[in-house]
């Protein structure tokens, strides 16, 4: 019994019709079934392999219902991303790889013309309704082209028609877009080696949060991850008199107010 009290639910319920019937567990395509398993994966944060509580599912009948079981605090901090996507009809305020799943949902309604609703056992009035008609999708002028930069080991590199790399790093690991002739160039077996990755991809421009998803390889550099005290005090001797005659604080008060202009 108090293995149960420490459980809680996630509910994908989808409601409508599949190759002209109603759309029961009988006749639940399996196509359809792994676009939701992708969202919900995505919306639980579920694809870190460490630290992430088990989590079970079922189908259950009533159009379809997906059910996923996990912790009850997943639950409840996912109640807390429901109740402020309900009450504000808005995923802007959601980190990205988040918005990025209702975004997927919202596509998988407008597709298949289904109601889809998301709710969790914590949290009975806060239900998200996603229709064809619906407008899940995050503001485009809230996102800015980025350079971002990780570092990790490589376990993954290919791809037939969309390629892209794998890395693993202390955040977890990440996918990131790759055209063929980078991958190429690349001497010797890559795989499982140490890279810094230096890459684009979409920034939001109030919290800094990445769009993963936006993630496209510019550069791949091998590295070995040491401190280097004397690389370190050279680049510093080299710096010191670019920012002679600076205000430290009057420069970073500018950037935060977006008034630095440069030198």
Known sequence: MDELQNKGQVTIHIDGKYGGEPLTPENYDITLMQAVLEHAIALLDLDKRKERPITTYRIESGSVSNVFTTSKQKAVEFASVLALVASTSSIDQLDAKTAVAFEGLQKFAIQNNFKVDVSTSESK??????????????????WADAEVYYYGTLVDAGGKNKSNIHLDTKDGLIMIDADKEILASIEGNPLYRKFGVRATAKQNIINGDIDRSSLKLIEMMEFEPKFDMAYLERKIEASTPVWSGIDADEFLHEIREGSYVGQ
Not at 125 to 142: A, D, F, G, M
């Open 125 to 142: 009035e806060h239900i998200v309704h996603i229709t064809p008609t619906s407008y899940y999708k995050r503001t485009e002028n809230l």
